[in-house]
């Protein structure tokens, strides 16, 4: 998985969504069902999400639509294996990063 978004200290739910290829009410509703998703809220009430809700979104977004776990799989897993399985995570995310720029690389020679 491939998330493609600018390095920024702040993302809105469109944003979101939209790298994730989901709707927005499906992270509306990993909010409401996973603990560590907590993005700021302006005083409109829009859900700003910050550079460790993505990640912790990408982490949801594999144990759920690629490994096919449960929304209460994925629960325990997160508490009971996070730190880890967000460790092996973000390695073979960065590994995918590097992959995915080595072969743009290739294409341009």
């Not at 998985?1 to 290829?21: H, N, T």
């Not at 992270?27 to 990640?55: M, S, Y």
């Not at 759920?64 to 460790?87: D, I, P, S, W, Y």
């Given at each position: 998985?491939?998330?493609?978004?600018p390095e920024k200290r702040y993302y809105a739910i469109g944003e979101v969504a939209k790298a994730f290829g989901v709707n927005t009410s499906l992270i509306r509703f990993w909010e409401g069902e996973f603990d560590v998703l907590k993005p700021k809220?302006?005083?409109k009430g829009n859900r700003k999400f910050t550079p460790e809700d993505i990640?912790?979104?990408?982490?949801?977004y594999h144990l759920v639509k690629e490994r096919g776990f449960t929304l209460e799989g994925a629960k325990t897993h997160l508490k009971e294996e996070k730190k880890q399985a967000l460790n092996n995570?973000?390695?073979i995310s960065k590994l995918e990063d590097?992959?995915?720029q080595l072969t743009k690389i290739k294409e341009h020679l």
């Amino acid at each position: 998985m491939y998330i493609d978004l600018p390095e920024k200290r702040y993302y809105a739910i469109g944003e979101v969504a939209k790298a994730f290829g989901v709707n927005t009410s499906l992270i509306r509703f990993w909010e409401g069902e996973f603990d560590v998703l907590k993005p700021k809220k302006n005083a409109k009430g829009n859900r700003k999400f910050t550079p460790e809700d993505i990640k912790n979104l990408k982490f949801i977004y594999h144990l759920v639509k690629e490994r096919g776990f449960t929304l209460e799989g994925a629960k325990t897993h997160l508490k009971e294996e996070k730190k880890q399985a967000l460790n092996n995570f973000e390695i073979i995310s960065k590994l995918e990063d590097i992959k995915s720029q080595l072969t743009k690389i290739k294409e341009h020679l």
